[in-house]
């Protein structure tokens, strides 16, 4: 099957020796064929250094949670989670992936922060025939995979999610402005494929700042403050977001024209960094810490009590992709290899998941639902449902 996508420290196993899944996908065990009870290589490729490793530390320690709430098991099969190292560039992310999937062996694999690395990656993935369940990156760029899974979103699903909101209930033009990149890029245009059907008018031309190079953003606020805008949809994240989000309340832009964004402008540790100036902004997520469902009732206090912070969306995402591999080790059975365990992904069905109940689309993403987020007291405060996207 050729699925079509939209257009955006070691948990302890058991000793002794692990052996591996062979890059065709042939069975994991304990070398004398009882392929029911033998232990598993589980890849986790995420952000260790680098300016994303933020984001790696909660993908990580979102995955690992699971596996230890399961008692160091996935689908009944001890676990060795083996760790490697994205970086922040394709070539890093690439070089790691080849490493879990050549040297170590591994079942399946998990992570990916960056849309640079998942592209990079797919051909490896798909010619090895190992599952990567992916809890970040979603490219709306990747299509025609086979073996690559999202349990985050497609990229520009964020923005799409928004933009019928924003256009009831901005009284006037809407400017735009995102980091000049692939994401941002995504971010807008799923913001306009909702918000101009809706009724939503732009200010002038959308922006697209420099990226990274971009720290001064004073002459795109006075471009913002000049166009006669009643609101504002931008797209930044990590040590962007924070400079924006200062620098649009220092201007004076803050609680006089509305700023709406997806999450990542104020999830995680960004939001520390920008302080009150974040107060009153309005994102899309998939994710909040405060939703009221059963799942997240247990997961978020859990997760608080493991690691001393709420869990992000990042974190959230990592956890499900456990749960996932969880339920098709399972379901694969007694012979447990990559090529099943991925058949086997694909049927996994409904994940009660602490975003709310979920399943795999004919992409290979999230069905689910989106919320409206306001800071408050310097938390993302959940304020309204905005539907489901996804099919």
Request: charge should be neutral; aromatic fraction near 8%; hydrophobic fraction near 40%.
């Amino acid at each position: 099957m050729t699925r079509r996508f939209r257009p955006v420290g070691l948990i302890t196993a058991t000793a002794g020796l692990l052996l591996a899944t062979a890059c065709g996908g042939s069975s994991l065990g304990n070398g004398s064929g009882n392929e029911d009870d033998g232990p598993v290589k589980i890849g986790l490729l995420v952000p260790q250094s680098g300016v994303f490793k933020a984001l790696g530390d909660d993908m990580k320690n979102g995955f690992e949670l699971y596996v230890k709430q399961q008692g160091g098991q996935l689908g009944g099969r001890k676990v060795e989670i083996v760790v490697a190292d994205e970086g922040e560039t394709a070539d890093s992310g690439k070089a790691a992936a080849e490493k879990l999937v050549k040297q170590d062996r591994v079942l399946a694999v998990s992570g990916v922060v960056s849309s640079a690395t998942i592209n990079g990656v797919k051909d490896l993935f798909e010619t090895s025939k190992i599952p990567l369940v992916g809890s970040n990156a979603s490219p709306t760029t990747l299509t025609g995979a086979e073996y690559i899974w999202r349990t985050s979103y497609v990229n520009d699903e964020p923005g799409e999610a928004l933009g019928k909101h924003v256009a009831t209930k901005a009284d006037g033009p809407v400017f735009l402005i995102a980091a000049g990149y692939q994401a941002g890029k995504d971010e807008i245009e799923g913001f306009k494929s909702t918000f101009l059907p809706a009724g939503g008018k732009i200010a002038g031309a959308e922006v697209y700042t420099p990226f990274p190079g971009t720290k001064n953003f004073q002459p795109y606020l006075a471009q913002i403050e000049k166009s006669g805008a009643k609101s504002v949809f931008c797209f930044y994240a990590g040590g962007a977001a924070v400079d924006f989000v200062k620098q649009y309340k220092d201007f004076g832009l803050a609680g006089k024209i509305p700023l709406y964004a997806p999450g990542f402008l104020t999830e995680g540790g960004v939001l520390k960094g920008q302080g009150d100036a974040a107060t009153g902004i309005l994102t899309s997520m998939n994710y909040s810490a405060d939703l009221d469902n059963a799942a997240n009732k247990a997961f978020a206090p859990a997760y608080k009590a493991a690691y001393g912070s709420a869990p992000t969306t990042y974190a959230m995402a990592s956890w499900d992709a456990a749960q996932v591999l969880d339920k098709a080790i399972k379901a694969a059975g007694g012979k447990v290899t990559s090529e099943t365990v991925n058949a086997a992904i694909g049927k996994v069905g409904d994940i009660d998941s602490p975003r709310g109940t979920w399943r795999f689309n004919s992409g290979g993403t999230p069905a689910q639902p989106w919320y409206l987020r306001e800071v408050k007291q310097g938390t993302n405060t959940v304020t309204a449902e905005l539907g489901r996207l996804g099919g």
